[in-house]
C-alpha cells in the first residue's frame, strides 16, 4: 500500500497542561486509593485517557515517518488546557465560547508533530528551515485534495 496517497488530518480534544508529574518512586508506594484519587486527581483514570491519545499520535507518526510521508499526516492538538476548558463535561455557554476561542488560536499556533525519542510535540520544520501554522497545513492539505478531486473529474470525462 502507498501511505503517499493518504492524507490523515488528526484533531484531539484537547488535553490538560502537563504541569507536574507522579514520580515512579512516588506512585510505588501508592494503595488503590491513591491510585484512584490523589491531589485532587484521579491518576489512574489520567494515565489511561492520555495514554490513548498518546498512542494514536506516536503510531501515526512512526508509520508515516518511516514511510518518508510525514508531510502527509497533521495532528492538532491542544496540550495545554487548564481550568474548565479541559474538563470534558462542562458544556456551559461561556466555556463553548471559550473552547471556540481556543479552537481559533490553535490554527494560528505552529504545526506540530511528536517527537518519536521524547514524546514531545515539536514544531514541524520545512525543508526550507520554516514552520508553517497549523491553519497553513490545512489549507495546502484542502488544495492538495482540490486539485486531486479535478485530477479524477478530468481522466473521468477523458475516459467516457
Known sequence: MDYRQFLVISIGTG?????ERYSARESA???????????GKSPLV???REATSD???????VVFQALKSEGNYLRIQDDTLTGTAASVDNSTKWNLRNL????ENLLEKPATRVNLETGQSVPV????????????????????????????????VSSA
Open 15 to 19: 488535553a490538560h497542561k502537563q504541569t
Open 29 to 39: 508506594r501508592w494503595g488503590l486509593l491513591e491510585w484512584l484519587w490523589n491531589r
Open 46 to 48: 489520567q494515565i489511561f
Open 55 to 61: 498512542m494514536v499520535d506516536i503510531y501515526a507518526s
Open 100 to 103: 471556540v476561542r481556543i479552537g
Open 125 to 156: 520544520v520545512d525543508g526550507e528551515g520554516g514552520t508553517m501554522s497549523n491553519k497553513e497545513r490545512l489549507v495546502k492539505f484542502a488544495k492538495t485534495l482540490s486539485d486531486e478531486r479535478k485530477l479524477r473529474q478530468e481522466n473521468l
